[in-house]
């Protein structure tokens, strides 16, 4: 599919300078740039490459001033960077602007579904669910007896998503997630055997949640496992049973959240982090990377290490550990030295 700079200044309210009927096909870096693609300039750390790159159009700040001839057409914008990810997020959208239903696929005779919709070869729909208008179920995907998809919710091949599950508008599911399995419920006998506590929850994701490529978010034991408007979360995640996740937070990738833990909103977690069950963990938080959590955190801290520490007295305290051989021989030295005085 091809656009002219005339029509991609149209859809980002830019201004072009060069030639408006230039067409560009692919997206590219600015110093991987060919003729027929298009890029864009917003570290200036990048600028000379504006100069040498083949790219047919390349999106600008409106403040950028050029030192030498460019080859290429200008669009200017207010903000190259987000533009350029609002091309990114309309490429996606006709990218995948399927509708219809594939065959074979196994749809239950009650399911509802709204207009607009695509449901891809080999899925399997189950009883009572019901599903909104432009949703997107890619080929492979299994949807359990009554789950509810929001409205414009895409659903990426290979997902499975147990019954009971809520998912709410504009949410992202990437291939291999998991929705609604069992979470880990035993209780232990007298003869140290484990019999399995019955797992009736569901899952609820709010409106805006995306889900990373693998990524596990079990059923509670009871009530709800719920995930709030805005929650991002990164692959391989595994978040237990019974867990609720704030607006708006972000989780990096290997993250392991226990049972019953409630996490606030805006917090922001690290990659491999894990979290022990039924803590609370404020608001605007912040989690560096591989730090154990194994108590309650206020609003705003700030913590790294396992077990975790405030981030502050991490970096002090990391100039010690590093230090830790030199500061032991010198210690010893100093008791030799009083030991051979006394």
């Known amino acids: 599919m091809k656009f002219t700079a005339q029509q991609i200044a149209e859809i980002l309210e830019g201004e072009i300078e060069g030639n408006t009927e230039v067409e560009v096909s692919k997206l590219a870096k600015i110093e991987e740039g060919t003729e027929g693609s298009l890029t864009f300039l917003a570290n200036p750390k990048y600028t000379p490459y504006i100069y040498s790159t083949k790219a047919s159009i390349t999106i600008v700040n409106k403040s950028f001033k050029p030192e030498n001839k460019l ?46 919709i695509y449901i891809g070869a080999f899925s399997y729909i189950g009883d009572h669910v019901k599903i909104g208008n432009n949703v997107k179920i890619f080929p492979g995907t299994y949807i359990g007896d009554n789950v509810v998809i929001g409205d414009h919710t895409i659903i990426f091949s290979g997902a499975k998503i147990y019954s009971e599950t809520i998912i709410g508008n504009y949410c992202v599911i990437n291939s291999g997630v998991i929705i609604g399995a069992d979470g880990f419920g035993f209780a232990p006998g007298d003869n140290g055997e484990y019999s399995k506590v019955p797992q009736i929850g569901n899952v609820i994701l709010e409106d805006f949640v995306d889900i990373g490529a693998t990524t596990t978010i079990d059923r509670a034991t009871l009530g709800s496992t719920i995930i709030r408007k805005g929650v991002k979360l990164d692959n391989q995640i595994q978040i237990a049973h019974n867990v609720e996740i704030g607006k708006n937070t972000v989780i990096a990738a290997q993250t392991g959240i226990a049972g019953s833990t ?17 803590l609370t963990i404020g608001n605007n938080v912040k989690i560096q990377a591989q730090s154990g959590i194994g108590r309650n955190v206020k609003d705003n801290e700030v913590l790294q290490g396992s077990p975790a520490i405030a981030y502050g007295d991490y970096n002090k305290s990391y100039v010690h550990f590093k230090n830790l051989p030199k500061i032991i021989k010198d210690i010893n030295e100093i008791e030799k030295k009083i030991h051979g005085n006394s």
């Open 262 to 278: 409630k996490i606030g909103e805006n917090c922001v977690i690290g990659g491999q982090v894990g979290i022990v069950g039924h």
């Open 71 to 116: 080859d290429t057409t200008l669009i200017r914008v207010e903000d190259a960077y987000k533009s350029f990810s609002r091309l990114l997020e309309y490429y996606n959208l006709i990218k995948q602007n399927k509708t219809g239903i594939e065959q074979p696929s196994h749809i239950s005779g009650d399911v509802v579904y709204g207009e607009n």
